[in-house]
């Protein structure tokens, strides 16, 4: 049987080549040069680490998923160490305190929350208690160890107290009760809404107190419920005042925001672009004429969820109604809408049918929480920013790696850098190894394993061509048997 060679000269040397160029892939040097745009960055005093917030021109210029081609780069051209920063941390809404006017209970208060209470109360003209009076000339007295005051609630307006806080005179001997709190429209029948035990220790030697608790949680207050009826049981107490707790306004990290124009997108619809994938949290619609108020639908382009066909569709978010009105010489827009701050780089509109349509598109404002990187200023100055290639790996540390001993909201704590004004640059064409260097592990896993094939199939064909060639040869003339 005939064993058939191959000799292919240049196999060997291009595979070597090859894989020297995956090598030199790897360790491929970053650099400013890389970058469509670049912009000055000005560090905030001399701390090794700084933050810095990427303004929307920079999300716009970026060109990877999860804006994986931000970089810093020092004076050297070398890269510096990145991680991205956590969400700023939400201040606690601050509380405010109000003193309740409070009168003396008539009668017993045993009869259930739900009993009718014979009161008479005398009010001013602005619906303020100026006194309580028992209904009845027959009224039960209050059950021994029992006291009760009626809290009006007109201080407060519109509000509703989160919390009761007590104040009653320090004792030698301490203090133990209980209390319930009720609440009530008309004074004639009334709900439970709070319970606690108050309690006072007194301190070494009777100074003070060293605990205390005068603190009653509510819940459920409603805004028709003008009074509130509060009972202490298990002795005598002489309460001193009653601070109602209104909490504030929640306090919001600074957002983002910038104007944009939509465009048609169909009879009834419009799109907005807003050049990067952003992570909004709030949208407000206007619309371009007065007197008009228009109900859409807002869908969401989810670049991360495409459909079995590898289309990318549109998902509902949220129904919204627009209006600009003018009343009493003020115009009124209607407020933004809250959003699950979803990434998303586009989004569609659409006007419900039965609405007019009107004549001249509307603007939108987007609001987002500005992404901020943290990196260490290694190196000498000035640094550079750099943003603007496809694509680019991830270069990104965890947080807690690049921020010894850290804790949640720490990085919000680090000073500021600010970024310039970006510049846009002239990137060449990218060659083979260009594509090499920045193609990412599993592209170049699949380019090999093409290679391979291509390799393969080139072997097998040069196997049967030289066996064709082979067959065709005239076989060898045997000699004459002797």
Not at 6 to 29: K, M
Not at 422 to 441: E, I, N
Request: net charge positive; glycine share 8%.
């Amino acid at each position: 049987m005939k064993r058939f060679h191959v000799t292919r000269p240049g196999l060997l040397p291009a595979t070597l080549a090859c894989a020297a160029s995956l090598a030199a892939a790897q360790g491929a040097e970053d650099h400013p040069g890389r970058y469509a745009a670049t912009a000055p960055v000005t560090l905030s005093g001399s701390a090794g680490l700084q933050r810095l917030p990427l303004p929307l021109a920079v999300l716009q210029a970026s060109r990877s998923p999860g804006w994986a081609d931000v970089r810093i780069f020092n004076a050297a051209g070398e890269p510096v160490p990145l991680a991205w920063a956590g969400a700023p941390a939400v201040e606690p809404a601050p509380v405010r305190e109000v003193a309740l006017p409070r009168f003396d209970w008539p009668g017993s208060v045993d009869g259930g929350a739900s009993a009718p209470a014979p009161l008479t109360l005398r009010l001013r003209a602005d619906g303020a208690v100026l006194d309580v009076r028992s209904s009845g000339a027959a009224s039960a007295p209050a059950a021994s160890g029992v006291q009760a005051w009626l809290l009006d609630l007109q201080p407060l307006g519109a509000e509703r107290p989160a919390a009761l806080r007590l104040q009653w005179p320090a004792t030698a001997q301490g203090l133990e009760r209980r209390a319930t709190v009720q609440a009530s429209r008309d004074t004639q029948r009334w709900e439970d809404v709070g319970a606690a035990t108050l309690v006072d220790v007194p301190g070494p030697s009777g100074a003070g107190s060293a605990v205390r608790q005068p603190r009653i949680e509510l819940q459920g207050v409603t805004r028709e419920q003008r009074y509130l009826r509060l009972v202490v049981r298990g002795g005598d107490f002489g309460l001193e005042s009653v601070q109602a707790e209104l909490a504030g306004a929640q306090a919001e990290a600074p957002l983002a925001s910038a104007r944009f124009p939509l465009r048609p997108d169909g009879e009834r619809t419009w799109r907005l672009d807003a050049g990067a994938v952003l992570p909004v949290q709030r949208l407000q619609l206007h619309l371009a004429e007065d007197n008009a108020v228009a109900p859409f639908q807002l869908l969401r382009r989810a670049p991360l969820r495409p459909t079995p066909r590898g289309t990318v569709d549109w998902w509902p978010v949220a129904s919204l109604t627009a209006y600009r009105l003018q009343r009493e010489g003020r115009l009124q827009e209607a407020p933004p809408v809250s959003l699950d701050g979803g990434p998303a780089r586009e989004w569609r509109l659409v006007l419900d049918p039965r609405a007019p349509l009107p004549t001249s598109a509307p603007e939108a404002t987007l609001w987002w929480r500005t992404p901020q990187l943290v990196f260490a200023a290694r190196g000498s100055g000035p640094f550079t920013l750099a943003v603007g290639r496809d694509p680019a790996p991830a270069a990104t540390l965890p947080l807690p790696t690049l921020l010894p001993g850290w804790v949640p909201g720490a990085e919000h704590r680090l000073p500021g850098a600010t970024a310039g004004a970006l510049v846009a640059r002239h990137v060449a064409p990218r060659g083979a190894v260009q594509l090499l260097q920045d193609a990412t592990a599993e592209q170049r896993r699949r380019w090999l394993l093409w290679g391979l094939l291509a390799l393969a199939v080139a072997v097998l064909g040069a196997l049967a061509w030289r066996l064709a060639r082979d067959l065709k040869r005239p076989a060898p003339e045997q000699p004459p048997a002797p």
